[in-house]
C-alpha cells in the first residue's frame, strides 16, 4: 500500500540548491578509475518479493561480470522516504532505490535526480517488457510529467466474492451499486455481514467512497481534483460520502469496523463468514493459501466496482495500486549501467510470475501452466484494463491524506459526522495543499 510520506517542505529547496553540484560518489571521477562498479539498491525490505527478484538477477550477473558488485541495503520503511532525501540532498543518490509514490516522487523528477524509465527502456530496447496500462497508470501518479517508476508491483482491485454463498441465495453479480446494495441486504437479512472491511487501517474506506466517485466521475476524477479542475464538494463526492455512511449504518460492514484489522478482514472473508472483500491482488498469497483459505479458491470470484445511475465511469475501468515506487538516479545512468539494466529487466514479468506467481507491470509472455488459477485470473483482468484509476489518496499531500483517513473513520461511526460535513472538511485541506 501507498503509505503517508514524510512532511518534505524544505527538500525542495534543498535540491535546487544542491541540483547544479558535481555528481556524488556514484558518478565521480574517483569512482571511474576504479576497476570495481558498485550497483548499490535502498529498499525496505530483501525479504519482500519485488527486491528479492531484482536482487536474483543482479547476482546471476555479477558472476558473469566480476568487476561489477552488487550491494542491497534494508532500510526501514518509516525511514526510507528521510534517507533518500538526504542522499539526493547530498547529490549522492544510489543507482536504484524506493520512495514514496505521487508528490515526494514528482520532485525528485521535477528537480532532474531520476531516469524517465520509459525513454530508457525505449533506448534499451525493453520497450515491449512494459505492460501499458500499468504505465499509465504510474505517469498518472506524477501528473503524466513521465515513467519514473519501475512497474515492479501492479495490483488490480475490486470485490472479491464468495461464489457459493451468491449461488445459494440466487444473487447474480452486481452490474450497478443497486444491484450491490441489493445484494448486501439479503445476505444481511438471513445473518451474512455482508462485506468485510479493515476500517482499522482506514483506507479500506475510502477506497468505497472513491470506487462510487470514479463510476460517477470517471477513472480520472481525483487528477481532476488534484488540478483543482473539480472539487470535492460536488454532489457526487458527498452522494458517494453518503453511501459508505449509510452502508456502515445499516451493519453490512459488522459491527466492529473500526478496530476490524486487514487481516482479520481477511480471515472473516476466507473462513466464509462474510461473503464480499474489497481488496487487492496483493491478497492474493492468503487467497491461494491452504491454511488460510478454507473456502478454496473455487469458491472465490472478483468483480469490478459497480456502474451509477448517470455517471460516466465504465467498467473498463479499474483501480489499480503500484505499490512502493522503485526508481533510478540520473547521475549514475552510464554504459554500464545500461548493461546492467537490460540484463536485469529482459524477461522480468515471466520471472516473477514463473518462479515467484507475482504480478508486476512487466508484460508475461509466457503464461506457466501451474500458475493458481486466482493469479492468472488477476493478471488476466489487468492485461485488460482499459483506464487504471488512482485510489483516493494517491495525490494529497501527507496531511490531507491524514485528514482523508481520519475523517472516513469518524464518518461510518457517526450519524453526527455527515457527508457534507467529511467532503467540506477535506476540500479545506485541499485548498492548503501546494
Known sequence: ??????????????????????????????????????????????????????????????????????????????????????????????????????????????????????????????????????????????????????????NIEGFWYNKDLFAEYGLAVPETWDDLLHVAEVFKSHGIQPFALAGANKWPITRLINGYVIRKYGYDAMQRVARKELKVTEPGFVEAAAIVQQMAQLGYFGKYVNTTETDEASTLFLEGKVAMFYTGSWSL??????????????????????????????????????????????????DTMKEWLKAVFTGYGDKAMKEYGVISGFNVQHMPADVPRLTQLAQETIDSVKNGALWFEALFDPDTQTIAWNNAQLLIASKDYTPEMYMQDLQAALDKQQ
Open 285 to 334: 498469497r492468503d487467497f491461494n493459501s491452504s491454511l488460510k483459505n478454507q473456502i478454496g479458491t473455487d469458491a472465490i470470484g472478483l468483480f469490478n466496482i459497480p456502474l451509477v445511475s448517470g455517471g460516466v465511469g465504465t467498467k473498463d475501468d479499474w483501480l489499480m495500486n503500484a505499490g512502493l515506487a522503485t526508481t533510478l538516479s540520473a547521475a549514475s545512468y552510464d
Open 1 to 154: 500500500m501507498s503509505k503517508p510520506a514524510a512532511a518534505i517542505g524544505v527538500f525542495t529547496a534543498i535540491c535546487l540548491l544542491l541540483v547544479s553540484c558535481s555528481g556524488g560518489s556514484y558518478g565521480s571521477d574517483e569512482q571511474i578509475s576504479d576497476p570495481t562498479r558498485v550497483i548499490h539498491y535502498v529498499s525496505s525490505d530483501l525479504e519482500e518479493q519485488q527486491p528479492r527478484i531484482i536482487s536474483e538477477q543482479a547476482r546471476e550477473y555479477e558472476k558473469k561480470h566480476p568487476n561489477i558488485k552488487y550491494e542491497f541495503e534494508s532500510v526501514n520503511t518509516s525511514d526510507l522516504v528521510q534517507k533518500i532525501q538526504l542522499l539526493a540532498a547530498s547529490n549522492d543518490l544510489p543507482e536504484i532505490f524506493s520512495y514514496e509514490s505521487g508528490r515526494p516522487l514528482e520532485q525528485l523528477a521535477d528537480n532532474g535526480f531520476i531516469l524517465d524509465i520509459e525513454k530508457v527502456f525505449r533506448e534499451l530496447g525493453l520497450q515491449n517488457e512494459l505492460n501499458p496500462a500499468a504505465v499509465k497508470l504510474l505517469k498518472s501518479m506524477v501528473r503524466d510529467k513521465g515513467l519514473y517508476a519501475l512497474p515492479l508491483e501492479i
